[in-house]
């Protein structure tokens, strides 16, 4: 099993940055594509941005295009959600995920993806 532990969420201005971090378990962390999503309460869970197993590609929401940009490091078993000029209908639990492929074919859709972190927190004040 591949175990997903999330930090770095918080509370920020409209306009303000956080960045995202997800560090994983096991030694194939290297060999999976990986996304990010979010939920607000009361909503569906929405695609964030997926990044393959190198790196070399990634996808976003048109949501947030343009202003977050997720990276992984893969000598740290890690991938990062960097978040910039963000609003308040940015605030949701967001999630790291990890899917059994490489690419980011059909990364959009959350039954892709074979494990979850518990999510974190971003609260976005207008």
């Known amino acids: 099993q591949v175990q997903l532990v999330e930090s770095g969420g918080g509370l920020v201005q409209a306009g303000g940055s956080l960045r995202l971090s997800c560090a994983a378990s096991g030694r194939t962390f290297s060999s999976r594509a990986m996304g990010w999503f979010r939920q607000a309460p009361g909503k569906e869970r929405e695609f964030v941005g997926g990044?393959?197993?190198?790196?070399?590609?990634?996808a976003y929401a048109d949501s947030v295009k343009g202003r977050f940009t997720i990276s992984r490091d893969n000598a740290k078993n890690t991938v990062y959600l960097q978040m910039n000029s963000l609003k308040p209908e940015d605030t949701a639990v967001y999630y790291c995920a990890a899917r059994n492929f490489r690419e980011i074919d059909r990364s959009y859709y959350s039954t892709a993806y074979a494990f979850w972190g518990q999510g974190t927190q971003v609260t976005v004040s207008s």
């Open positions: 990044i393959n197993w190198s790196g070399g590609n990634t």
